[in-house]
Nanobody, 112 residues
Framework: QVQLVESGGGLVQAGGSLRLSCAAS?????IGWYRQTPGKQRELVAS???????NYADSVRGRFTISRDNAKNTVYLQMNSLKPEDTAVYYC?????????WGQGTQVTVSS
């Protein structure tokens, strides 16, 4: 069974930084970071292909950086200049053989 395990969330003051990690149990192609707040739909934050091509939501471009270590099957999300509106549960996601795989999520809370 393929698993994605997120870590690195926490409480940080506005302007601070956090780095999230998503460890996969197998090698995967494109992996994305999503976030969700209560009452809202889950939204794509950033994604990275197996070859390293990246995509960012407008709201985080220039502040967040997604990267991956293929040898460790791990994707990272470096989040800088955090804002209170970045507060959410962050999930990593991958599509494998047509099946959507989600991690359990990690809470990020940014205080003002």
């Amino acid at each position: 069974q393929v698993q994605l395990v997120e870590s690195g969330g926490g409480l940080v003051q506005a302007g601070g930084s956090l780095r999230l990690s998503c460890a996969a149990s197998v090698s995967l192609n494109t992996i994305g970071w999503y976030r969700q707040t209560p009452g809202k739909q889950r939204e794509l934050v950033a994604s990275i292909s197996s070859g390293g091509s990246t995509n960012y939501a407008d709201s985080v471009r220039g502040r967040f950086t997604i990267s991956r270590d293929n040898a460790k099957n791990t994707v990272y999300l470096q989040m800088n200049s955090l804002k209170p509106e970045d507060t959410a549960v962050y999930y990593c996601n991958a599509l494998r053989y047509g099946i959507n795989i989600w991690g359990q999520g990690t809470q990020v809370t940014v205080s003002s």
